[in-house]
C-alpha cells in the first residue's frame, strides 16, 4: 500500500514539474518537491523539526556574540567609509587644483589616491572577506554555540526515537507546520536554557 501511495505521489510531482521551463518557475519546483518530500515521510511518522533562530535566540551566549560581532562590524564599516570620503575629496581638491599643477604634480596626486583606494579596498576585503577578520570572529563566537545546539537535536532525536529533525528557519521550506511535532523547546531543555517567549504558534491553514 505505502509503495502504491508513494509511486502515486511520484506520478504527480512529475506531471507537476512539466511546465517548468523558465527561472520563474524554481519556486514552484522548490514547492512541490517539499510537499512530496514530506508527503512520503508522513507515512511514518518519525519526524519532528526545531525553529534554530527561536533556539538560537534563547541563549544569552549566542545574544552577546550577535551583538559583539554587529559592534565590530559597524566600526569597520565606519572605517571603510571614512577612508572613502577622504579619497573623495582628494579626488575633488585635484579636480579643482588640476590647472595649477604640473603633469608631474597630477601624476603624484593621481597615485596617491589611486594608493589609498587600493588601500581602503584591501581593508574591506581584510575584514569583511570570506577569509576576513569578521568571518572569523563569526566561526570563534558562534560556532561552538551551533555544535551545541546540534548535540541536543542529536540528543532529543535519539530520546524520541526521530529518523528525521527539520529545520524550520534552513532553507527547506516548512509551507505547514503543526506545533506538537517541534521540539525547539526540548532542544533547549537539553542545553539548560529556559525559554523567554511565553507562547509559540503553528502555521497551520485556517479551518
Request: proline letters at 2%.
Amino acid at each position: 500500500m505505502f509503495a502504491q501511495q508513494k509511486f502515486r505521489i511520484i506520478q504527480i510531482s512529475i506531471i507537476l514539474a512539466l511546465p517548468f521551463n523558465n527561472m520563474k518557475s524554481c519556486f514552484r519546483l522548490v514547492l512541490v518537491f517539499t510537499l512530496v518530500f514530506f508527503s512520503i515521510l508522513s507515512y511514518a511518522q518519525k519526524f519532528a523539526y526545531v525553529d534554530s533562530e527561536y533556539v538560537l535566540s534563547q541563549i544569552p551566549k549566542y545574544k552577546s556574540a550577535q551583538l559583539q560581532l554587529n559592534e565590530l562590524s559597524a566600526q569597520w564599516q565606519l572605517e571603510f567609509e571614512t577612508k572613502f570620503l577622504e579619497i573623495d575629496k582628494l579626488r575633488k581638491d585635484l579636480q579643482v587644483e588640476k590647472v595649477l599643477l604640473t603633469r608631474d604634480m597630477q601624476i603624484s596626486r593621481e597615485k596617491e589616491i589611486t594608493k589609498k583606494e587600493n588601500e581602503a579596498k584591501k581593508f574591506q576585503q581584510d575584514k569583511f572577506g570570506t577569509e576576513g577578520e569578521l568571518f572569523q570572529k563569526k566561526s570563534e563566537l558562534i560556532r561552538p554555540i551551533q555544535d551545541k545546539v546540534y548535540d541536543a537535536i542529536n540528543k532529543v532525536a535519539k530520546n524520541n526515537g526521530l529518523d528525521f529533525i527539520f529545520d524550520k528557519s534552513g532553507e527547506l521550506l516548512m509551507l505547514v507546520s503543526n506545533s506538537k511535532y517541534d521540539r525547539s523547546d526540548e532542544v533547549l531543555e537539553e542545553l539548560g536554557v529556559v525559554s523567554t517567549t511565553l507562547e509559540k504558534g503553528d502555521n497551520l491553514p485556517p479551518q
